[in-house]
T-cell receptor, first 116, second 113 residues
């Protein structure tokens, strides 16, 4: 099947710093990618839809100025957590569909962010 | 953001038994549903899907049942194996000009050898 990678797989940063997480589709192009956040023992929460060539669409309650999304190319989307705080510590997961259907959606392995 | 539920219920089964995992979805307009399996520290993996015009779909060792009247999904795993131990999420898809996958609460499945 298609492969979606994320980098880094884990990161520890100090409070107040910014952290960039990359999501890549390795063997297909993705005009749309999705970013999710998952707290321990909880479900995945959709944060935003990343669109190549246009602005990301954020879900209600997600601060666009704090979670900057850039869909730089057809194979790369980045999520930057700005001015990170301990409450931003979470598992961040991206996904990308190989076509415009949800059954073609592949998920990345996730990035564990810990903010000290 | 959207999600349903805060805590993970747990299901413990004996190896070889059948498992049934249940899920309630929220939007009667959702027309497509997926079950995902998530192992610790990894992203979700697709298991099986079903469209709203169906009430049952079978895969290899897995069956999904859809009851639209009560907005309920279930995943049945036959002859459960230790490798099936994971968290299972149902997800509904809302067609919003593209699509958006909204995850349900999830159930942690423990398989006892």
């Amino acid at each position: 099947g298609a492969v979606v990678s994320q980098h880094p797989s884990w990161v520890i940063c100090k409070s107040g710093t910014s952290v960039k997480i990359e999501c890549r589709s390795l063997d297909f192009q993705a005009t749309t990618m999705f970013w999710y956040r998952q707290f321990p023992k909880q479900s995945l929460m959709l944060m935003a839809t990343s669109n190549e060539g246009s602005k990301a669409t954020y879900e209600q309650g997600v601060e666009k100025d704090k979670f900057l999304i850039n869909h730089a190319s057809l194979t790369l989307s980045t999520l930057t957590v700005t001015s990170a705080h301990p409450e931003d510590s979470s598992f961040y997961i991206c996904s990308a569909p190989t076509s415009g259907r949800p059954d073609t959606q592949y998920f990345g392995p996730g990035t564990r962010l810990t903010v000290l | 953001g959207e999600s349903v539920g805060l805590h993970l219920p747990t299901l413990s089964v004996q190896e070889g038994d059948n498992s049934i995992i249940n899920c309630a979805y929220s939007n009667s307009a959702s027309d497509y549903f997926i079950w995902y399996k998530q192992e610790s520290g990894k992203g979700p993996q697709f298991i099986i899907d079903i469209r709203s015009n169906m009430d049952k779909r079978q895969g290899q060792r897995v069956t999904v049942l859809l009851n639209k009247t009560v907005k309920h999904l279930s995943l049945q795993i036959a002859a459960t194996q230790p490798g099936d131990s994971a968290v299972y999420f149902c997800a509904e898809n809302k067609n919003t000009g593209g699509f958006k996958t909204i995850f349900g609460a999830g159930t942690r499945l423990f398989v006892k050898a």
